[in-house]
């Protein structure tokens, strides 16, 4: 038995960038897949800390938000900085993805055909960031010289924007050098090349 299972829909969503982590990382895990027919009879839902998914169980312990679920994984498999100060600025950047992530999601959810193109115009004050912090730590992760759960996060948002608009890291270099290192890393390759990754939806809506 696999010790970690993720419940959640059948997209990739607010569970991308811990499946590539659990890649990465050597790790197996099940999938619980749950249906929107299944969602709206209620049941599940109101087992849910939180009322929404995605729930992660580590053994006996169950785990809701999905960047509370990246830092227990951080701290299980030593992807969390080599001390409590890059911990602190590990925690920072991820920080930054999420406000990053929640404006990609309400672009998709909410104003995909009215304001994709302002969205994209917008983009680069956004990425500059991450290019700047990344490009002066200099080691190719954000933060000190390993990949921190913050990273994959990243990498996640980065690769669902190439998708949403392609060119998006042109102008940015060590972004840019990132996402290919990243992504060529033998288990993220073999992840993100695998019918399990390939056949999910980013998104619940069919826009991306
Ligand atoms: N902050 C939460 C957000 C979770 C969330 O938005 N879940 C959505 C799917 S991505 C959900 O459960 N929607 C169904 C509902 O709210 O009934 C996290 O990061 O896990």
Known sequence: ??????????????CGAMRIMLADQDQTWKENVVTFDDWVKGDLKATCVFGQLPKFEDGDLALYQSNAILRHLGRNH???????REASLIDMMN?????????????????????????????????????????????????????S???YSLLDVLLNH??????CLDTFPTLKSFVEKMSARPKIKAFLDSDAHKQLPINGNGKQ
């Open 1 to 14: 038995m696999p010790p970690y299972t993720i419940t959640y829909f059948a997209v990739r969503g607010r």
């Open 78 to 84: 030593g992807a969390y900085g080599n001390d409590n």
């Open 95 to 147: 920080d930054g993805v999420e406000d990053l992530r929640l404006k990609y999601v309400k672009l998709i959810y909410q104003e995909y055909d009215s304001g994709k193109e302002a969205y994209i115009k917008d983009l680069p004050n956004h990425l500059s960031k991450f290019e700047a912090a990344m490009a002066k730590n200099n080691t190719g992760f954000l933060v000190g010289n390993k990949v």
């Open 149 to 151: 759960f913050a990273d």
């Open 162 to 167: 190439l998708v949403l608009s392609p060119t």
